[in-house]
């Protein structure tokens, strides 16, 4: 407390903006706190006399301790380069209040439990009041000097001449795309977005085989599809084996051979997919970072975005769809991920809820089909339209080819 005392000017508002009133347990410093805060924006002097005086005229003397503890604060000098320190020392114990009070809440909760509730939405609820702790907790932490922000810019930008055009991100495995957005980066949120059979579900998957053909490790959460499905899929795809033949049934000596051999590949992978049909935002926020700590998980997929259920209701369907958006890009920031959302196409070819989601999106493709003269559609033809790239190149459109049986994607040469 006595450190605002000596540099009110930079560490009130340091402090302010990383932290709440409430990370002073005494309810004197808090007091203090505020105080000081209203001085500093009248452009009061923050020394001893005047803020006694201040308090004195507002009556609130008393509330602080008097002016003899207002004395010890200030006589106590603490250092400057302490401020940080002691920061961090309030900013864990709140932490640690805040904790205190979920779980006896929790407690409350566990035994007052009706049979009529069900446990599942107890038990959502409770994580996510956790996972809002360790939020606000992450957020007030990242505050940090200008000047190491601009040294850690210089440090990139050395790492990027030293890596002579390395991408910045994760490659998608498709050249022209990694070329208009750097890759897929920490912290970003992609829409992957397209009308009924234009092939997003399958765009999707074919990066997620590149991916987990590098290694990375991946995640999908499947609301529409089943496990087998997607499983089926990443068969044909690594195979090029028809899909339909594992259907119904693989009828050459070749087939069996390729197949077992794609087998031996995909078992390789760092791969989860999880089926989570009619899963809440809160359930999933809570996966997705257990799948972080267990896996490493770097990339995830969301198909589709709009199934994902809200976790109170009461609001219209397009609020409660841009509450799970905006959830979806803070835990790319805070996880260090990139969050892959398949999302639905309206008739007039927008985004469904579309300001939404194109708010919290970093880069947004549109997967079209592609029509002839003749207005009919060319079968194995799409367009991926770059509509937003936050960093990159907007405004691209990049032919692919599309072979349906075995639901692969290819770009097109010139």
């Not at 508002?13 to 009133?21: A, C, E, I, Y």
């Not at 606000?136 to 922000?149: M, T």
């Not at 079209?368 to 691209?396: H, N, P, T, W």
Request: hydrophobic share 35%; charged share 25%; glycine share 8%.
């Amino acid at each position: 407390m006595s450190c605002f005392f000596q540099n009110p000017q930079e560490l009130l508002p340091d402090f302010g903006s990383t932290m709440p009133p409430e990370a002073f347990y005494h309810a004197g410093h808090r007091e203090i706190y505020d105080v000081l805060l209203e001085m500093l924006s009248a452009n009061h002097p923050i020394e001893f006399p005047a803020v006694c005086s201040f308090l004195h005229h507002k009556g609130r003397i008393d509330r602080v301790g008097g002016a003899s503890y207002l004395a010890e604060i200030y006589g106590s000098m603490m250092s400057t380069s302490s401020y940080r320190h002691f920061k961090k020392i309030l900013h864990d114990k709140l932490a640690l209040r805040k904790l205190i009070e979920i779980c006896n809440t929790g407690i409350n909760l566990a035994h007052e439990h009706s049979p009529t509730d069900s446990v599942q939405s107890t038990l959502d609820a409770f994580e996510q009041s956790v996972l809002n702790v360790r939020t606000a907790d992450e957020a007030a932490g990242r505050g940090r000097p200008f000047k190491e922000l601009v040294q850690g810019a210089l440090d990139r930008y050395e790492q990027a001449i030293l890596s002579k055009g390395a991408l910045p991100g994760i490659s998608t495995g498709f050249r022209k795309l990694d070329n208009a957005t750097g890759g897929m980066r920490k912290g970003q949120v992609w829409t992957i977005a397209g009308g009924t059979s234009d092939g997003k579900s399958a765009f999707v998957q074919n990066i997620i085989k590149n991916v987990c053909n590098n290694n990375v490790s991946s995640c999908i959460y499947t609301l529409e599809m089943t496990d087998e499905e997607n499983t089926d899929r990443f068969f044909s795809m690594q195979s090029s084996i028809p899909s339909q033949a594992f259907l119904y049934g693989l009828k050459t000596r070749e087939e069996m051979r390729d197949s077992t051999a794609t087998g031996s590949q995909l078992q390789k992978w760092p791969l989860e997919i999880r089926d989570v049909s009619g899963i809440k935002l809160a359930a999933l926020r809570a996966d997705m970072r257990s799948q972080v700590r267990r896996y490493k998980t770097r990339v995830f997929a969301i198909d589709y975005l709009q199934l994902v259920g809200a976790d109170a209701k009461g609001h219209n369907r397009e609020r409660e769809v841009a509450d799970i958006s905006a959830a979806m890009k803070t835990d790319a920031k805070l996880l260090g991920v990139t969050i892959l959302n398949l999302s639905q196409l309206n008739d007039d070819g927008k985004l469904r809820e579309s300001r939404a989601i194109g708010q919290d999106s970093d880069v947004i493709a549109l997967i079209r089909q592609v029509f002839g003269a003749d207005k009919a559609s060319i079968e194995d033809k799409r367009d991926l339209d770059l509509v937003k790239v936050r960093g990159g190149q907007r405004g691209v459109s990049i032919s692919m080819h599309f072979h349906g049986s075995t639901y692969s994607f290819k770009e097109a040469t010139e």
